[in-house]
């Protein structure tokens, strides 16, 4: 049986470096994958599949529902191990509810808990921002400038609310501030993630 935890988050608010850390330091029982990573990974191969979800993410809209929840489901199935972190979902109450139906007739995978890793706004900005002030030429995400960041917080956050009260109301939701230095963050989620498995 897998054991599932997904870690959502504000653009910025750390959650895939949280979670990749909480792996590697785990590798023999945790495996991470980064729904944004593994969509960028789609693009950067070039595939027919790749072109479609670039359309998509250049302007910080959200890739099609079915390809996501393809891509998630295959990740979890062919995992080297038994735990899996999964960042960046769901972004949407069609995605929470769509995976939630294929949960809830898998046997095989156990949704064990959804962390929020909580942040500001203007911290996340901030964070977004200073990350493509950073970046060398050439090596900018594209969807690190200021007008697309507003777009991805304003997807974030419109469904937020609806999906915080349905892994509440299923007793899954655990907010982590996101607020601390980046080791005191992680050993919070790491503690929490080994006390459930």
Request: proline share 3%.
């Amino acid at each position: 049986m897998k054991k599932l935890f997904l870690i959502i988050g504000a653009p910025g608010s750390g959650k895939t470096t949280d979670a990749s850390i909480i792996a590697k330091n785990n590798s023999e029982a945790i495996v991470h994958y980064s729904t944004g990573d593994m969509l960028r990974e789609e693009v950067a191969s070039g595939s027919e599949l790749g072109q479609t979800i670039e359309s998509f993410i250049s302007k910080g809209a959200l890739v099609p529902l079915n390809i996501i929840i393809d891509t998630i489901i295959s990740a979890i199935n062919q995992a080297p191990v038994d735990v899996v972190l999964i960042d960046g979902y769901p972004r949407s109450t069609e995605q929470m509810t769509a995976l939630d139906d294929i949960l809830s007739t898998n046997t095989e995978i156990s949704l064990e808990s959804v962390i929020e890793v909580r942040v500001s706004m203007e911290v996340a900005r901030d964070r977004i921002l200073g990350r493509a002030a950073e970046a060398k030429e050439g090596e900018q995400r594209s969807d690190d400038k200021e007008e697309v960041f507003y777009d991805r917080m304003k997807i974030y956050t419109d469904p937020l609310s609806d999906i915080q009260k349905f892994y509440t109301d299923k007793n899954l939701l655990t907010v982590i501030s996101g607020e601390r230095t980046l080791e005191e963050v992680v050993a919070d989620m790491e503690a929490f993630i080994k006390g459930k498995i």
